[in-house]
């Protein structure tokens, strides 16, 4: 629990920190790049402000003889020069005389050095002489000093700028600070979606532990939601409900298989028993004996390869490819007749071509062509097996499928004998395992062969059938509709 803990803590870790920096870095570069944008067009226009306003002094004392009285503070009448300088730029002005000497003071004082005492004294109108940075009183200036011409003096123009500049401060700061707010709130709100995200990564991990520790497969795995965390979620399930199954079917093969092995075991064990006297049995009884130790051994040795074989089916490792069950038919026809002598015949109509794992489809026709031969030992008609695939106007194929849903319709496999026949209290079960009819029980086998049929039948998309043939014998087979191909 502590570890599943840490891995969901660290996840959501993740999530949040990696949404936080995410917005972090997005949010500092707006900021960045919007604080720069605004600071440098404050700056920008602020001294184009200024350039203006000093070049129309300028232009204005070379067009008109202006005196140091023509920019005095003490105009009443606010007329003058002085006022179109002051008006539109709040800039503070100075008037200086001959020589240099302040006649009118600005606002705060400004600042005279010996460059704008020689304007003052310049002979020719619209002289310039400029500060870039003066303090003036603990705040920060820009200063021109333009010449009335004739040594009559001249004005000093200021313009404050520390104050835009504490402006600027106070907006990088809130912008700091907005910054740091939303760093938060992104940061909450990765949490938030972390936590939501990975509530169903929780409960599917969860789901995932209580199986490896308690080794049941069939626990219900919480699935809501269509997206990629949902689809993970009903994979699993399926899985889950897979390996459930497949847990089953072994458990009950080998629960069968344990009751089945019983009997030819204690047979065994019983003749292996009798050995010890063989000495003092009859030889007639001493033939009999070392018959049926021979006879169970087969049969044991039947019941197993059974077993393996219908294991091997189960585990569906054969790869699929396209094969033809006409020809496959035919080959298996051609062994039995080598090894029973009967006569067996092949008919196929149609297209017998499907997907599937050969082997396991040879498998389940050569069991029910055995099945034929030993319930139809004695039978001089040939054991018929017959074939039918799709037609030419029913190709295997969803545009011209003749089956319900699109589907094509399966290839049959059917095999018919003159043998006794199989009750109606026995079709049902002819395919489950080790199931034998009262009449099958004296003769060897191990009522796996047509269990088999059917798991092969099943795997490749089809069903088994078994019914009564007219005049006599059975019609048992299968139908096939293809097995997809593995991705």
Same mark, same amino acid.
């Given at each position: ?40 067009? &404050? ?7 200024? *350039? ?8 204005? #004392? ?56 020689? #304007? ?34 001249? #004005? ?134 070392? *018959? ?53 015949? &092949?008919? *196929?109509?149609?297209?017998?071509? &499907? ?57 049959? #496999? ?38 088999? &049929? ?34």
């Amino acid at each position: 629990m502590r570890r599943r803990l840490r891995q969901v803590s660290s996840l959501r870790a993740t999530f949040t920190v990696s949404f936080a920096a995410v917005a972090a870095a997005v949010t500092v570069l707006v900021g960045f790049l919007s604080y720069d944008a605004a600071a440098r067009l &404050v700056r920008v226009d602020q001294q184009t402000v200024f *350039a203006e306003l000093v070049q129309d002094l300028r232009d204005q #004392v070379r067009e008109h003889p202006l005196r140091t009285g023509d920019f005095a503070s003490s105009d009443t009448e606010h007329d003058g020069p002085l006022e179109d300088i002051i008006r539109p730029s709040r800039t503070d002005v100075q008037v200086l005389g001959p020589g240099g000497a302040v006649v009118d003071h600005g606002v705060p004082p400004l600042p005279v050095d010996g460059r704008d005492r020689a #304007v003052a004294d310049d002979a020719t109108a619209g002289g310039l002489v400029e500060h870039k940075d003066v303090d003036v009183g603990g705040d920060r200036y820009r200063l021109a000093t333009v010449s009335l011409g004739g040594g009559r003096g001249a #004005v000093q123009v200021a313009q404050q700028f520390s104050d835009t500049e504490d402006l600027l401060r106070e907006l990088q700061q809130r912008t700091v600070l907005l910054v740091g707010a939303v760093v938060i709130a992104a940061g909450l709100f990765g949490w938030w979606l972390a936590r939501r995200i990975t509530r169903r990564l929780v409960r599917l991990a969860g789901a995932a532990e209580d199986v490896a520790r308690t080794g049941r497969l069939g626990i219900q795995v919480p699935v809501t939601g269509y997206d990629e965390v949902a689809r993970l979620g009903r994979s699993f399930d399926r899985m889950l409900g897979r390996l459930a199954q497949s847990e089953e079917d072994q458990r009950r093969l080998v629960q069968d298989a344990g009751h089945e092995l019983r009997t030819p075991l204690t047979s065994l064990r019983t003749n292996i028993s009798m050995l010890r006297r063989i000495d003092e049995l009859p030889p007639d009884a001493r033939e009999e004996l070392v *018959a049926d130790l021979a006879l169970e051994s087969r049969e044991l040795t039947d019941l197993v390869n059974e077993l393996v074989a219908l294991a091997a089916g189960q585990s569906d490792t054969e790869p699929v490819r396209r094969l033809d069950l006409a020809e496959l038919a035919e080959d298996v026809a051609v062994i039995a007749r080598r090894r029973t002598g009967r006569d067996i015949t &092949v008919r *196929a109509t149609g297209d017998a071509s &499907v997907d599937g794992r050969p082997s396991a489809l040879q498998r389940a026709v050569s069991n029910l062509v055995e099945n034929a031969t030993k319930f139809d030992r004695s039978g001089t008609a040939p054991i018929e097996v017959v074939v039918t695939g799709r037609t030419p106007a029913d190709p295997a194929g969803p545009e011209n499928s003749s089956g319900s849903g699109g589907r094509p319709e399966p290839v049959r #496999v059917e095999v018919l004998d003159r043998g006794p026949g199989i009750g109606d209290e026995d079709l049902a079960r002819v395919f489950d395992r080790f199931y034998r009819t009262a009449d099958a029980r004296s003769l060897p086998g191990s009522g796996l062969g047509l269990s088999i &049929v059917r798991e092969v039948s099943t795997a490749h998309g089809g069903t088994p059938f078994a019914h009564p043939r007219a005049g006599g014998g059975t019609v048992i087979g299968f139908t096939v509709e293809g097995t997809p191909a593995p991705d």
